[in-house]
């Protein structure tokens, strides 16, 4: 059974950092290209950024670029987000989602984790 | 402010059919393939269809999905009371360099 879980959210004042991590099981990690993806309360979906299957190359919404990085560690299974300069904007739940092989789409998706950034 | 625009809202009675639009530009859904997700409330987002048409393994044909230039549309067929929840489309945006998704339409079973 495929299955990720996210982990490392949580309150943190504004200018500060948080790594969020994702847990990765029940597949061939290494084979498939990961994105994270957050929600603010009550707002729709927005793409935060993605990597490839081998960490080679990533790519990130400009909303993040240059305070996020994404990376991952094949051997363990696990996907991280690197968050920096954390402003009141992106408090918001954070999903990791797993991109469909071969095609484009997100098929599974892990349950979240909330990030508040507020002082 | 997203690319992708969806209607806020649609409604029909059980057993009904209800589709739900997605537009957007050349960039999107004009050379790019679309994604739709459903998304119940306080849960994540689960994939409905992808590379347009597509049905993952496990989604009933009740749901279909079609484009026809810049535009995308779901269609809900048999609609179920467990069928209420929000729906997004999704894709990538060429000139963006991003994935987007659509502003979202909340579907409600009279």
């Known amino acids: 059974e495929v299955q990720l879980v996210e982990s490392g959210g949580g309150l943190v004042q504004p200018g500060g950092s948080l790594r969020l991590s994702c847990a990765a099981s029940?597949?061939?990690?290494?084979?498939?290209?990961m994105h994270w993806v957050r929600q603010a309360p009550g707002k729709g979906l927005v793409w935060v950024s993605r990597?490839?299957?081998?960490?080679?190359?990533?790519s990130y919404a400009d909303s993040v670029k240059g305070r996020f990085t994404i990376s991952r560690d094949n051997a363990k299974n696990t996907l991280y987000l690197q968050m920096n300069s954390l402003r009141a904007e992106d408090t918001a739940v954070y999903y990791c989602?797993?991109?469909?092989?071969?095609?484009?789409?997100?098929?599974?998706w892990g349950q979240g984790t909330l990030v508040t950034v507020s002082s | 402010q997203s690319v992708l625009t969806q209607p806020p809202s649609v409604s029909a009675a059980p057993g009904q059919k209800v589709t739900i639009s997605c537009s957007g530009s050349?960039?999107?859904?004009?050379?790019?393939?679309v994604s739709w997700y459903r998304q119940l409330p306080g849960t994540a987002p689960k994939l409905l269809i992808y590379?347009?048409?597509k049905r993952p393994s496990g989604i009933p044909d009740r749901f279909s999905g079609s484009k026809s230039g810049t535009s995308a549309t779901l269609g809900i067929t048999g609609l179920q009371t467990g069928d209420e929840a929000d729906y997004y489309c999704?894709?990538?945006?060429?000139?963006?360099?991003?994935?987007?998704f659509g502003t979202g339409t909340k579907v409600t079973v009279l």
């Open positions: 999704g894709t990538w945006d060429s000139s963006l360099s991003a994935y987007v």
């Open positions: 590379d347009n048409n």
């Open positions: 029940g597949f061939t990690f290494s084979s498939y290209w």
């Open positions: 989602a797993r991109g469909v092989l071969r095609g484009w789409g997100y098929d599974y």
């Open positions: 050349s960039s999107n859904i004009g050379n790019n393939y």
């Open positions: 990597i490839y299957s081998d960490g080679s190359s990533a």
